[in-house]
């Protein structure tokens, strides 16, 4: 069973930072679409940053672009999400996943193809 843990989240002020991570537990992620999502209370659970498996490919919800970059390093079996500039709209428990070998990272993030295991999710908030 493939077990994902996320790490890294926070509280933070207003224009802080935060790297979350995220791990495979027993597995390697090197296989694997990740796609880091976050559900905010009330409101859908949204993809946020996406990258295909083989690194190369990044995709991103247009409310972080520029703020939150995705990478993976398949030697370490991380996935990061580096996230600068923090608003208060981006408090939310943020979850990673891991998609398919050959899903696109736009789909991961548009969730149109098959998600194989969630994280357990890490709270990120933003409050000054």
């Known amino acids: 069973q493939l077990q994902l843990v996320e790490s890294g989240g926070g509280l933070v002020q207003p224009g802080g930072s935060l790297s979350l991570s995220c791990t495979g537990s027993?597995?390697?992620?090197?296989?694997?679409?990740i796609g880091w999502f976050r559900q905010a209370p009330g409101k859908e659970r949204e993809g946020v940053s996406c990258?295909?498996?083989?690194?190369?490919?990044?995709n991103y919800v247009d409310s972080v672009k520029g703020r939150f970059t995705v990478s993976r390093d398949n030697g370490k079996n991380t996935v990061t999400l580096q996230m600068i500039n923090l608003k208060p709209e981006d408090t939310a428990v943020y979850y990673c996943?891991?998609?398919?070998?050959?899903?696109?990272?736009?789909?991961?993030?548009?969730?149109?193809?098959?998600?194989?295991?969630w994280g357990q999710g890490t709270q990120v908030t933003v409050t000054s």
């Open positions: 027993g597995f390697t992620l090197d296989y694997y679409a």
């Open positions: 990258i295909n498996s083989n690194g190369d490919i990044t």
């Open positions: 996943a891991a998609g398919g070998r050959f899903t696109p990272a736009q789909a991961m993030c548009n969730m149109t193809k098959d998600i194989f295991s």
